[in-house]
């Protein structure tokens, strides 16, 4: 989605750079997440706190900025390490915006005097308010997706842990043992083994089902019947 924010953004502009930073909730920082020019080292790395750099002054005012030249002379500017970008003339800067709360920024750099058109502007702020709300909506359904797989791993764990206390307790049973000592046994069978220990207490289990069954006159062909 960032990337698709850049391609739009050049195709708009004929931009020779342009960066996408977003809000972090956490830490209350901008950070660049997306870049046209290629910025291996500084996505997700490089940041700014709010108010800082004209960035940090487009997050905080939800205003846009447009420089046509010598940007680097505005008194809200300020260079960042490894940024080519900071070095180019123009440079203009729209917020990413959902539900009215600005989320991020889209950043646009020309390497020469660039006087950007009304409509660009328009477009540029369309761009921003459009996918400001994706951006929110992607990262809700993240975090849904995130919280759905840890609420079927916290089942998966109940569950092994039921098992594995059946298990034990079948052990202790047959074999005169403590709690501790059953555990015991269930662990080391399932590194012998190499098994995970819900597995050994499943088959545990079945293997005393089937035990009990069959020492229970008809029960089992009783159960064979229903199914």
Same mark, same amino acid.
């Given at each position: 989605?960032?990337?698709?924010? @850049? $391609? *739009?953004?050049?195709?708009?502009? $004929?931009?020779?750079?342009?960066? @996408? ?32 750099? @004209? ?23 300020? /260079?960042?390490? $490894? ?38 502007? %328009? ?24 919280? @759905? ?6 089942? /998966?764990?109940?569950?092994? /842990? ?27 069978? %399932? ?5 995970? *220990? ?27 019947? $229903?199914?």
């Amino acid at each position: 989605m960032l990337g698709e924010i @850049v $391609g *739009m953004t050049v195709q708009v502009t $004929g931009c020779d750079a342009c960066l @996408v930073y977003l809000l972090e909730a956490e830490s209350g920082e901008v950070v660049l997440r997306a870049s046209q020019v290629p910025h291996a080292a500084e996505i997700g790395h490089l940041s700014m706190q709010i108010g800082q750099g @004209v960035t940090g002054w487009v997050v905080e005012n939800k205003s846009i900025v447009v420089l046509s030249d010598h940007a680097f002379n505005d008194k809200r500017f300020i /260079r960042l390490p $490894g940024l080519v970008e900071d070095t180019y003339e123009a440079f203009a800067s729209v917020p990413l915006i959902s539900a009215g709360d600005v989320i991020g920024v889209i950043n646009v750099h020309h390497k020469e005097r660039y006087d950007h058109t009304p409509e660009e502007v %328009s477009l540029l702020t369309f761009i921003g308010e459009q996918m400001g709300g994706a951006i929110t909506r992607a990262r809700l359904e993240g975090e849904n997706a995130r919280l @759905v797989e840890e609420t079927q791993e916290m089942k /998966r764990q109940l569950e092994t /842990r039921k098992l594995v206390e059946r298990a034990k307790g079948i052990l202790q049973y047959k074999f005169n043992l403590t709690e501790e000592e059953a555990y015991l046994r269930l662990r080391n069978e %399932s590194r012998r083994l190499r098994r995970p *220990m819900r597995d050994l207490a499943e088959a545990i289990i079945l293997t005393e089902d089937l035990a009990r069954k069959a020492s229970e006159p008809g029960l089992l062909d009783r159960e064979i019947e $229903g199914d």
